[in-house]
Structure formats: structure tokens, C-alpha cells
């Protein structure tokens, strides 16, 4: 299911790129998915392509996060009502889908942003 969700985001990601600048992203990446519960991720250039590497607890940690939120009060509006009317599954799983895709654009925009040539050696953040 993570699997699922991950490769969704990207290409939610990508779509939501062209629609914003009008253009494809340079290179397509190449999404490789690492099972485990850690939440990282990181973007590597190659000659070719571009290698997404994300792992599966990005979803559950999302997940957990957003279930957490949804049961507080802190995602209502002043009159109490939620700030997605549809059924909560629902929210919480739209909620989670755009954090993905955020957090896919997220690493994208280091390609983007031309960060490999301003800095040779990144450093990998894990939370």
C-alpha cells in the first residue's frame, strides 16, 4: 500500500509541476522505494536520470501524524465544523496524499534548484 501511495505522489508531483510552470520536469526520476520505517529521503543526479530514493515509513509516519491532528481540535474552523467535510478516512487520507506530494516536490526542487552544483556533497537528514 505505501508502495502504492508513493509512486502515486510522484506522479501527482509531476503533474502539479507542469501545471504550475507550464513545462515537463527535466528529467522523468526514477522512484526507488526502500522498505523500512525511517523517515527519509534523497535525490541523486546521474548522468542520465534522477534517482528518488524514499522509504515506506514516510507513509505511516504521515499517517500516524495526520490521524493525530484529525482527532485534536486544531483542524476545525471558528465554528466548529472540520475543514474537510468529507468522512474522516477520507481527510486523513487526502491530508496524507498532499504531504506526499509536497514532501516529493520538496526533493525535486533540489534538482531544480541546482543544488548538487552549488554544493558537491549533500548531507541526508533522518528524522
Not at 504550475?20 to 525511517?38: C, N, Q, R, W, Y
Not at 534517482?51 to 509516519?61: C, R
Not at 486544531?74 to 478516512?89: C, E, H, K
Not at 496524507?96 to 537528514?125: T, Y
Request: a negative charge.
Amino acid at each position: 500500500m505505501a508502495i502504492c501511495k508513493l509512486s502515486n505522489a510522484l506522479t501527482d508531483a509531476l503533474k502539479h509541476y507542469e501545471w504550475v510552470t507550464g513545462e515537463v520536469f527535466a528529467k522523468i526520476p526514477i522512484l526507488k522505494i526502500h522498505k523500512d520505517l525511517s523517515f527519509w529521503a534523497m535525490v541523486k543526479p546521474t548522468a542520465s536520470t534522477i534517482e528518488l530514493h524514499v522509504n515506506t515509513g514516510i507513509t505511516a509516519t504521515l499517517e500516524e501524524l495526520w490521524m493525530q491532528a484529525w482527532g485534536s481540535s486544531i483542524l476545525t474552523l471558528p465554528d466548529g465544523q472540520r475543514i474537510i467535510a468529507q468522512s474522516d478516512d477520507y481527510a486523513i487520507e487526502h491530508m496524507v496524499h498532499l504531504s506526499l506530494v509536497w514532501f516529493m516536490l520538496h526533493e525535486l526542487m533540489h534538482i531544480q534548484l541546482s543544488h548538487f552544483s552549488i554544493v558537491r556533497q549533500a548531507s541526508l537528514v533522518r528524522i
